[in-house]
């Protein structure tokens, strides 16, 4: 592998792979009130919050750490303000105090966050202002969950140099199948080793909180009392479910994500814990699963967009399927099999926002993709011109890819005004 090729693909891994507690949509929200209490130096008397609806949907439905169960972006957004720490970024909430939630409930009670729906703006968007007197600090975030693409204080653009460096990400354009394999196989150990062992801690520790305690829809713990003895899909899919449990529920519990989503982070790896410790996988082999199936699902994405009415856990459970069958030596056959038998098969459900569910559309989407494997294994799969089956497997990634991101769009508003009420 080209040496510039290498060092992207490293650079994609350290951009995406990054800790977070709680779903990332409050938690941006939070990270961008923390931020603005900052810039603006003093207590605020108020705060607008205008998100796009991809934000409003995902925040909606889902507990916020640390706020003793509240839900929603008011809840978020004072959250941070009171007592988020801006230099956690994604793990702005770690420190909340019970005084810190006191004060969250007072300033809602009051109706201090004010929310309003930004319209024809990117799916990811958070623009949030504080004001106190006649001074005011203005913080908008967009397309990722930690890009601060904008701080203004009292009509002034500041910390413009930083900025500027923030917004520039890993070209992903070079992302193929072909290649992640390859990365794979002859990546440098101590370039990875860290940022997986990482991930593996944090998820399967979120894993086995949801296995053990009750928690949100306990989809993981359902799954596996209906388990058969020995059935390793099922278990795969219930570590993963169990995440999730946790997780929506307001766990404060850091994971590691993927392409902005923690579900995701949890979906791409765990089933290859669970199949690693089955066949007794050495380690070196499965910290280089994981990163083959955390590229594939960033490949994926990329043609989706981190926002949009796809269930992105979709992609994550297809790349998952492809890093088992490559940790027990399937060839590239197999795996450009698998992808197509999975997204042409579950490519279609939709997201309607973070909240209990999403550990059931994750087990639903595991077991779909580990059974696209088992038929990729025996040689089937589904062919070019049947729906959205490309020429090959580029093709068909990219041609559902498309489907999420323009042709579901119209799905991602109607889904929106249903979940407002309108």
């Not at 207590?43 to 909606?60: A, D, F, Q, W």
């Not at 199949?275 to 699963?289: G, H, N, T």
Request: charged content about 25%; some cysteine; proline content about 3%.
């Amino acid at each position: 592998m080209e040496k510039q090729v290498y060092q992207n693909y490293i650079a994609i891994l350290e951009h995406e792979l990054i800790e977070a507690t709680g779903c990332t949509e409050p938690i941006a929200i939070a990270y961008a009130g923390a931020r603005a209490r900052a810039v603006l130096g003093r207590e605020p008397e108020r705060c607008l919050v205008r998100c796009s609806g991809n934000i409003v949907k995902n925040v909606k439905g889902v507990v916020v750490p640390a706020s003793g169960g509240r839900r929603g972006i008011e809840a978020a957004a004072i959250l941070g303000i009171v007592g988020g720490d801006p230099d956690r970024r994604l793990e702005v909430l770690q420190d909340i105090t019970p005084a810190h939630r006191e004060k969250m409930e007072q300033l809602l009670a009051e109706g201090f966050c004010r929310c309003e729906l930004a319209e024809g703006v990117e799916n990811l968007y958070i623009d949030l202002t504080l004001y106190a007197g006649e001074e005011w600090a203005e913080v908008l975030i967009q397309d990722t969950h930690t890009h601060i693409a904008r701080i203004i204080k009292n009509g002034v653009l500041v910390e413009e140099n930083e900025l500027a460096q923030q917004m520039a990400e890993p070209d992903k354009s070079c992302l193929n199948i072909r290649q992640i394999l390859e990365f794979g196989d002859t990546a440098e150990l101590a370039d990875v080793k860290d940022l997986i062992e990482k991930q593996i801690h944090c998820n399967e520790t979120i894993s086995k909180e949801g296995l053990s305690s009750a928690w949100g829809a306990c989809v993981g713990q359902t799954l596996l009392r209906s388990a058969k003895a020995g059935d390793l899909k099922a278990r795969a899919c219930a570590a993963a479910a169990a995440g999730s449990d946790a997780r929506m529920a307001g766990c404060a519990l850091p994971v590691v994500i993927n392409s902005g989503s923690g579900n995701q982070g949890i979906t791409v790896s765990l089933p290859l814990l669970t199949y690693a410790e089955a066949y007794e996988i050495p380690r070196e082999k499965l910290i280089r699963s994981l990163c083959v199936a955390n590229l594939i699902s960033v490949h994926q994405k990329k043609y989706i967009g981190r926002l949009s009415a796809y269930c992105g856990v979709v992609s994550a459970a297809c790349a998952a399927a492809c890093g088992i069958a490559y940790m027990l030596d399937d060839p590239y056959e197999v795996i450009a099999r698998t992808i197509t038998n999975t997204i042409c098969t579950v490519g279609g459900i939709v997201c309607d926002g973070a909240k209990s569910s999403c550990a059931a559309k994750i087990a639903a989407s595991l077991n779909a993709a580990l059974t696209a494997w088992e038929m990729a294994r025996s040689g089937l799969a589904f062919q070019p011109g049947e729906g959205l089956v490309g020429k090959d497997v580029e093709e068909t990634i990219a041609k559902v890819g498309t489907m999420g991101r323009e042709g579901m769009k119209e799905t991602d508003v109607r889904i929106l005004k249903l979940m407002l009420g309108e």
